[in-house]
């Protein structure tokens, strides 16, 4: 998955933090609806709180298994700001919370490959 060189390039600039579409357009060589595809095929995890989801801002998080079960029965996972409940068998998301807040209603959680 990592293999292509626009999405480590991506994965690079997206290292310290959510960024803008314009801005990694300005920084990698590629035309928008390439670029599109290569973002589709990471599925970043989370777009960034407030109103920045409206502009593309995309937000990447490594999350580590705490060890605790959440209320769903899942796994919690944590970490960067980020908290869920994985289900290990489908992968199904859920009780996802940003920063201690739960997301906005029609945003998604997804997991890479990895």
Do not use: C, K
Request: net charge negative; proline share 8%; glycine share 12%.
């Amino acid at each position: 998955m990592l293999g292509h060189p626009v999405r480590i390039r991506v994965l690079e600039l997206l290292q310290n933090g959510p960024r803008p579409v314009r801005e990694l357009l300005a920084e990698i060589d590629i035309e928008p609806s390439n670029l599109s595809q290569q973002l589709a095929v990471l599925r970043p995890g989370l777009a960034e709180p407030g109103d920045s989801a409206r502009r593309g801002v995309l937000r990447t998080a490594v999350v580590e298994a705490t060890g605790d079960f959440g209320a769903s029965g899942y796994p919690r996972y944590a970490g960067e700001g980020v908290q869920a409940d994985i289900d290990p068998l489908t992968r199904t998301v859920e009780a996802v919370t940003l920063d201690g807040a739960e997301l906005p209603y029609g945003w998604v959680a997804q997991l890479a490959e990895g």
